[in-house]
């Protein structure tokens, strides 16, 4: 049954996923065009619409991309709410599935549309990249593409070297360690917004205001929480500073770890506040 | 009651022990937060069997929609007990049941044929045959969205697509409610030819005059509590009245 809870959430999802991807694509064609017309060779007039068209692509773009990530997360809360706890939530409910399969099954969907989006800009990244490298050596002849990746794999290899003696880790860790982070932290972010909805509904009316009141009030917490959870960093930088050893990672990991377990902790405790919603406090209008 | 109805439907065998009631409430209660005191189901014990059409009757607010929604387990009892062949709410129990809530819950996004597809994919007992013989009988298209489609022909689609099940027991929330005496007259025939005879159909309203003739018993709800359950055919035998002058006495203002 979890299968076909999937296939069904994902559907209703694909949609509104789509036309958002579309906006992006559309974010990147512009941004590409702008970065197209700059020309630094022309006078100097030109020159500064160059610099001003740099500027409108990056801002362009920037907007674009906070607009698909809050697009997709607003999406996937809508469906969320809509089909839990508006009249859909009447057959929702009364489907021969369990609770933990209901809630499973959005929050898979949930993670595998937020990691497409999350895709989706990386490769517009790598596609503006792309565009903009190429046309700024169209206006250096004497300096080649190949050249570029030559040098770019000399700074590459140097930063590898250096960075194990100032962070005190190898960088494929690093880069490992704030993956599983980022994995952690968008499975939290779904299930504290689920969690939210699902609070907003032990009121009697009002409830998208309850919601709304429950994540704010939550944030506020999990700020203070955070503030806690960097007490151990700032007291290894203040006392770092009489360590010739004090590595980066070194002062930074204990705040990293507390702030991944807590957003863990989270997580696992706005799971069960989902389940125990929608089984024992489940109040549809 | 039409019992002549063609069952060519394949369904796993329901290993129920007969003496076992299909449905059993046990000193139910359900308070509702900020209500103070005042109990919307209060204390209330009844045994339903199987094959047995029953009107739940009882003015507006008088907890028939919040008994129903405990006995589908869309709310949990503030104390006592639902048992549905002898298991409280959970997925074997809404395996089961086919509801038909008073508010229209179909995904106004999708077609017609995507919610009968829909209900086959998470309902074993679900005839897809049938429904799609009912939905051409009434000439709705399978490829129309529901956002097109008015209201009654939403409540009409879902009123085919519960009664497309075989399930154990249909509970029906105000199925006539809100609609017109022609489309009134479908709808009952739709229940009345399409259920599983060995099945209890629950049929929750208050515009009695026009369900009487199809109920074999009634249970009348006032205050939240259970005031009379007996058959259709003692009320008229014994009080010489029609369920729809008995209740009019009953209700009076």
Known sequence: ?285 | MDTNQTNNISKDPVYVDSNIPLLQLNDLCKRYPGMGTYMSVFHMNLIIPRGRIIGLLGPNGCGKTTLIKMINGLLAPTSGSVLINGMAPCPATKKVISYLPERTYLDNGMKVSQMVEYFADFYEDFSTEKAYGMLGALGISSDARLKTLSKGTKEKVQLILVMSRQADLYILDEPIAGVDPAARDYILRTIITNYNPGSTIILSTHLISDIENVLDDVIFMKNGSLMLYTSVDSIRSQMGKSVDTYFREVYAC
């Open chain 1, 1 to 285: 049954m979890l299968g076909k809870l999937i296939k069904y959430e994902w559907k209703g999802l694909q949609l509104p996923l789509m036309i958002l991807m579309i906006v992006l694509a559309g974010t990147m064609i512009l941004t590409c065009g702008v970065i197209l017309t700059i020309n630094p060779k022309l006078d100097e007039t030109l020159a500064w619409y160059s610099v001003m068209a740099l500027v409108i692509s990056i801002f362009l773009y920037y907007f674009g991309i906070i607009g698909c990530t809050l697009g997709t997360t607003l999406i996937i809360v809508v469906r969320f709410y809509k089909t839990c706890y508006t009249d859909q939530g009447y057959l929702t409910h009364t489907l021969p599935v369990t609770p933990y399969q209901l809630l499973n099954s959005k929050i898979i969907a949930a993670i595998i549309t937020q990691l497409l989006m999350i895709l989706a800009i990386l490769l517009s990244i790598i596609i503006i990249l792309q565009v903009g490298i190429h046309h700024v050596f169209s206006f250096i002849p004497d300096y080649t593409y190949a050249e570029l990746r030559h040098e770019f794999s000399i700074q590459f290899a140097e930063l590898l070297n250096s960075f194990e003696d100032e962070f005190g880790i190898r960088l494929s860790f690093y880069v490992t360690y704030l993956l599983v982070y980022s994995i952690v932290a968008i499975i939290a972010n779904i299930v504290t917004l689920f969690g939210c909805v699902s609070l907003g509904q032990l009121y009697a009316k009002h409830r998208i205001v309850g919601a709304i009141a429950a994540y704010f009030i939550l944030q506020f917490v999990m700020m203070i929480v955070g503030y806690i959870t960097a007490i151990p960093m700032y007291t290894r930088m203040l006392t770092g500073t009489y360590y010739e050893n004090a590595t980066v990672f070194g002062i930074m990991s204990p705040t990293m770890n507390l702030s991944l377990l807590t957003t863990v902790l989270l997580a696992v405790g706005m799971y069960f506040v989902n389940l125990h919603m929608m089984t024992q406090k489940l109040n549809l209008e």
